[in-house]
């Protein structure tokens, strides 16, 4: 049976209690929420993780790292490193979006290397093979990408993105609209390039009863990916988005109502504006099903800081009620990341995710910034480090700076308003 299944015959699982004791909730409260579909648990039932995350309704806000080779560069390697990375800053889950290279061997070998949960878009897979043995894009078949997906449940991943809601009726939307961007996820670009040659529905909306077969087999989650996100400010909350969150919300419901665990993913590049009512629609119409949100990045003109500007989104977002963010990094729009811009990543996306979990009331996050005032009070630098979001930084930063008494920090130092509070 699936996490799903087990929950609705009252079942707590050992996954579910790994959750609770994280979380410091009750077992009782994680299982019936997964019952409901507002709460999911990604765990492969062919690979045991290390850790499991529950993502959801009254958790704390989660946070996705996306690794993977390109064409360009295929250095498995460097993959392990920059996962270790993840790992090390924090991060809940890691993707694998590899696309050069030996796609199969480099997914085992972060599923075997990784003590977290894994997720991938298996469309990758299937569009690759395409290119290597000379064919086009469009010359996939609904086999072909099934066969993808079968593979990456086989190989122990965790959860999947399909790009089932990217459908014939979207593209008319999509053609009236004139983005400036276009589509701009690259999953949804293979489907709609795919469907314009073939003049076809998607096989991935056609086939999504065998999806859920597939996923019910090894019991793993569906990120019901938005093919449709904007990748402009301006082509943001356009109908085409709109219309493709009714297709998810759709088939969202048809996923639980089959025993599958099931998220559904978000914009993309948004205004700040718009951020809240995009989180309250998606959780409206998808009845409270985990939301996945993709940056939001607030702002086009950041190259270089676009870390920042979606830890800005993030935190508006996960503060509205999205449940999962999806780190950008400093190399996002300009090249692949390297290992220090996965940890710059995770890191500002973990600080949104806090800030919005402080926000929502959670009682652990509200906890942890309490005892962090308390050492800072106290002037109890030690204390500081081993409490903060990022030891490693925070030690490196006093050493370069530290002053002359030792009790103070080098920007007041005889004037730190603490140590004058204390002689009052």
């Not at 972060?110 to 395409?130: D, L, N, R």
């Amino acid at each position: 049976m699936t996490q799903l299944q087990h929950a609705r015959q009252n079942i707590i699982t050992q996954e579910m209690k790994k959750v609770a004791k994280d979380e410091v909730l009750d077992p009782e409260y994680i299982r019936a929420h997964i019952a409901e579909g507002k709460i999911i648990v990604p765990a492969n039932r062919k690979r045991k993780a290390t850790k499991v995350c529950g993502i959801g309704t009254g958790l704390k806000t989660k946070v996705n790292a996306n690794i993977g080779t390109s064409a360009d560069y295929a250095d498995i390697s460097k993959e392990i490193e920059k996962l270790h990375a993840a790992e090390e800053a924090g991060a809940d889950t890691v993707m694998d979006l590899s696309t050069g290279g030996d796609l199969r061997v480099i997914r085992k070998k972060i599923v075997e290397s990784s003590s977290i949960t894994i997720g991938s878009v298996p469309i990758y897979e299937a569009a690759v093979k395409m290119v290597k043995h000379k064919h086009s894009i469009v010359d996939m078949t609904a086999t072909d990408m099934l066969e993808a997906i079968k593979l990456h449940c086989e190989d122990g991943v965790d959860f999947i993105t399909v790009h089932c809601g990217a459908t014939k009726g979207v593209l008319k939307h999509l053609k009236e609209n004139k983005r400036i961007c276009g589509v701009v996820s690259r999953g949804g670009t293979f489907l709609v390039e795919w469907m314009i040659h073939n003049n076809k529905e998607n096989p991935l909306y056609e086939e999504y009863d065998e999806i859920l077969a597939i996923a019910k087999e090894y019991d793993v989650t569906l990120s019901l990916g938005d093919a449709m996100r904007p990748g402009a400010l301006a082509d943001a909350f356009d109908r085409a988005q709109v219309y493709e969150l009714n297709v998810l919300a759709e088939l969202a419901q048809r996923a639980l109502e089959a025993g599958i665990q099931v998220m559904v993913e978000g914009p993309g590049h948004v205004p700040l504006n718009q951020i809240t009512a995009q989180v309250q629609m998606q959780k409206e119409l998808c009845k409270g099903i985990p939301f996945y949100v993709l940056g939001p990045i607030v702002t086009d003109i950041a190259p270089g800081y676009d870390h920042i500007t979606s830890a800005i989104g993030g935190a508006i977002a996960a503060a509205a009620g999205a449940d999962f963010l999806c780190y950008v990094t400093p190399a996002e729009h300009l090249s692949l990341p390297t290992p220090d811009d996965v940890r710059s990543g995770v890191m500002a996306a973990r600080i949104a995710a806090h800030a919005a979990d402080i926000a929502k009331g959670i009682k652990s996050a509200w906890e942890w910034d309490k005892k962090m005032s308390q050492l800072r009070r106290k002037r109890d630098w030690e204390g500081q480090f081993n409490t903060c979001i990022d030891p490693v930084l925070a030690r490196s930063i006093r050493e370069k700076g530290r002053p002359q008494n030792d009790e103070v920090c080098s920007m007041c130092a005889e004037y730190c308003v603490f140590k004058l509070s204390d002689k009052a």
